[in-house]
Each structure stands twice: as structure tokens, then as C-alpha cells.
């Protein structure tokens, strides 16, 4: 679907109107030539979104062509799940849309679980290596913590403004690296230069981490 402004830009464009003037949205049903204009414009989309091979849409070409006015009002979308892509034409002055909606039974066809894959066993594979390396290139915040000491309620309610607390002994060797409040490493605490570290030991297990908790010592 083109809306008027996109309509009008497009005839601008391809007939050598100056980019820097305004243009005035089509309202009224469109003449041949507009009609032509549009329909080619719907042609290079379909093609464009189609692709080639075994990951095209198999959509029908040439498109049909474009209609407006009555004719497009009886044209009713279907209400269901769809996609909707919305794409900008546009001069320094002006700015129209062109919406594409593909129905979700048309994804499921083609992309989907239920797809034909022609014996292709790399597929599901690839879609899957693909989404997991866009997940591994989220970023996340790191925290690295030192145990302190352990200690009772009653020791935690006498602290008192300036007092100063002791590490154990081994607090430097259990440095704990986290990120979302998941403990992923248990770290050494140090320095290297004027930068506070910390080196991975090795994974933290979550099952040690637990059981270690029950049996104090």
C-alpha cells in the first residue's frame, strides 16, 4: 500500500520535478501514468523482497496492477497475525510511505517449522548459529565482589560510623564475577599497574557454592 504523499513524491522523481518544492498528495483516483508510476513502484518492492532460491518468498510476478479509489476500497486486509514493514520515500521537502504486510501463514510457510526444506538439514543450524552470535554481541554489566567476613545480625547492628572491618584470609581468592545476579566465575582480587584486576580461577559452581553455605568452615 502507497499512501497519497509517496504517490506524489514518486511522479515528482521520475519526472524531473525540482526535489526542493512541495508537493501536493494525490486524494483524487490516479491517472494512467500515476497508476503506472505506482505499479512499478510495487513491482520493485515485490522483487526486492522476494529473493531467489530456496529462501524466496515465491511470490507471483509481475505484481498486479496498482488500483485506487472504490476499486482499492473493496480490497479489505485480512484481520489476523502479519507482518508489517513500512518503508520511507522521501525528498528534502516531502515524505510518503509504502506498507508491506505479510501474513504470518505466508512466514510459516516459508520460514517456519513446518517449511520445506528441500533435505537441507543445515538450515534450522544456521538460523540458530546466527541468532546466537547477535545475542553474544548484547552487552551486559560485569560486577566483581569480595567476600567480606561472616558475621551474626547482633555483630551487624553494633557496626557503628568508622569502625573498620577485617577481610578473611582468603577473600582476595574468592572474588566472585557476576553479571544479572548470576555468578559466572570465581576470580583472584588484585593489581596490575594503577588498575584494580581480577583473573579467572575458574567457573563458579553453583552446587560447591550451595552446599558450602549449609556446612559453614
Known sequence: VMDAPAIAVMVQALFGGDPDQPVAPIERDLSQIETDVATTVFQEVAMALNGSGRRSLELRQPVPRAMSGNEAKRRVLRDGAAVRIIYGISTPTDTGTVTVMIPQRILLATRGATADH????????????????????????????????????????????????????????????????????????????????VRIRHPHDGGQDFIDGLVPG
Not at 534450522?124 to 547477535?134: G, H, I, L, V
Not at 567476600?147 to 582476595?172: K, N
Request: aromatic share 10%.
Open 118 to 197: 528441500g533435505g537441507d538439514q543445515t538450515t534450522e543450524f544456521d538460523w540458530r548459529a546466527r541468532f546466537s552470535e547477535e545475542v553474544m554481541r548484547s552487552a551486559v554489566r560485569l560486577e566483581a565482589t569480595m567476600p567480606l567476613a561472616r558475621l551474626s545480625l547482633g555483630d551487624l547492628a553494633a557496626f557503628q560510623p568508622g569502625q573498620v572491618i577485617e577481610f578473611e584470609e582468603d577473600a582476595q581468592l574468592q572474588a566472585k564475577l557476576s553479571a544479572r545476579d548470576n555468578t559466572l566465575f570465581v576470580c583472584e582480587f588484585g593489581k596490575l599497574g594503577q588498575n584494580y584486576t
